[in-house]
């Protein structure tokens, strides 16, 4: 069996790589229906990266994404996802379009609700210092997206079987037959309304709200507070982040438990002080998805050592945020891990290139003029094969030596 697990480079809306997971797993399935190529979407970055996601969808000829995972409420994960579906899922006039939508797994629709000025004053220590003026002006914003709201809530809960915060001990009926998913985390379940809160992280990022909401925080006390507010409530949504892992299964329906692929969000140190202890070497995975754009509360020496990966994939590109984290890089670098990076300037580990995996421009990119793909990386493996190989497009990295 096939699969190709493709890490697409997610952008802000000027073109520029940003932080952000958007990442298609396609594989052979032998639907009862059909032979056609199964696919699972995780997360769809900033909205930009809707583009890059429907062109990639294209270019492996899908048309039914059999299950979607919203892993949690943060933008650079679920504003892509929510335009996609708009754009590209919604019936439109009657006219069927370009994709179908089987399964959703993500926060419920409710998490996308535009916040009240009550509520949204209630997040913020001392609102009442503020000025209703302010905050009106921030909530406003907020408010215009209720329509986006109301049409994924139309999408996700009209015309698709649709599960809202999995959580680990939820029971899923099995979607594929070739290919297991275990859900590892959250443990417990938040209600939305408890984690709406990090709306605010919308309002709050200087720069990156431009992508999103339009809105500039020039008040400097206020912008002080609401992000004091939002970093409380980002870590409570990251925490929440849905993390699985998924495993090939051969003919005779058995684990191929060398070909194993472990997709975390943003799982910060609380969600993998649940994980550790409670899956131990089921953590186990060649490639790790490494979590929250590689930073250090995402990633620590223990979490290398009980998932052991062998190729470590940093969703993140050039960013106000920091990520990844130089020691995160250095860490991965030590144990000679292979990292990539879905966008440029990587600190750490000049070239993944090396070593016996197998790394070639892919062909087909040239044929395809989109900079909204073309520093995807892509890994292909075939399970079937006596050894894996993996081939990917790390173009993003300065090359020494591509074999
Ligand atoms: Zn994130
Ligand atoms: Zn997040």
Same mark, same amino acid.
């Given at each position: ?35 056609? $190529? &199964?696919?699972?979407? /995780? ?5 930009? +990266?809707?583009?890059?996601?429907? %062109?990639? @969808?294209?270019? #492996? ?48 629709? $409710? &998490?996308?609700?535009? /916040? ?5 004053? +209630?997040?913020?220590?001392?609102? %009442?210092? @503020?000025?209703? #003026? ?270």
């Amino acid at each position: 069996m096939k699969v190709n697990v493709a890490f697409l480079t997610t952008r802000d809306n000027r073109g520029d790589p940003q932080i952000g997971d958007c990442i298609v797993i396609t594989f052979d399935e032998r639907f009862a229906e059909v032979q056609r $190529k &199964a696919c699972i979407v /995780i997360d769809g970055g900033y909205t930009s +990266s809707k583009v890059a996601l429907k %062109n990639y @969808l294209a270019l #492996e000829q899908i048309k039914i994404i059999d299950l979607m995972v919203a892993t949690h409420i943060d933008n650079d994960h679920i504003s892509g996802l929510k335009a996609f579906l708009i754009d590209y899922v919604k019936e439109k006039n009657g006219r069927k379009n370009k994709f179908e939508l089987r399964n959703y797994w993500g926060p419920a629709p $409710k &998490a996308f609700e535009p /916040i009240s000025i009550t509520e949204f004053a +209630s997040y913020i220590p001392d609102a %009442n210092d @503020l000025g209703i #003026e302010e905050l009106s002006f921030i909530s406003q914003s907020v408010d215009e997206n209720e329509k986006l709201y109301d049409t994924v809530k139309e999408i996700l809960a009209e015309n698709h079987i649709f599960y809202p915060s999995v959580r680990v001990r939820d029971y899923i009926p099995e979607i594929f037959e070739s290919m297991a998913i275990d859900i590892l985390a959250p443990d417990k379940q938040i209600p939305d309304d408890k984690i709406k809160g990090q709306r605010l992280k919308e309002a709050s990022l200087g720069d990156d709200l431009v992508f999103d909401l339009e809105i500039d925080l020039t008040d400097a006390v206020l912008k002080e507070k609401v992000n004091a507010a939002a970093l409380e409530n980002n870590r409570t949504a990251n925490n929440q982040s849905i993390v699985i892992k998924l495993t090939p299964l051969d003919d005779n329906g058995q684990r191929i438990a060398s070909c194993t692929f472990l997709f975390t969000g943003d799982a910060e140190k609380e969600s993998w002080e649940f994980m550790i202890p409670r899956w131990g070497s089921e953590l186990e995975s060649e490639l790790l998805k490494v979590s929250h754009h590689g930073s250090r509360t995402g990633t620590n020496e223990a979490v290398l050592q009980i998932v052991k990966p062998k190729y470590c994939i940093i969703c993140a590109g050039k960013n106000r945020h920091g990520l990844p984290d130089e020691d995160v890089l250095k860490m991965i670098d030590e144990k000679n891990l292979k990292i990539f990076c879905t966008g440029r300037n990587p600190k750490v580990g000049e070239s993944p290139c090396t070593g016996n995996r197998i790394l070639r421009k892919c062909p087909r990119w040239d044929n395809v003029n989109k900079k909204h793909i073309k520093e995807t990386i892509i890994f292909e493996v075939d399970t079937n094969a006596p050894a894996m190989t993996y081939s990917g497009n790390p173009c993003g990295f300065k090359r020494r030596n591509v074999p």
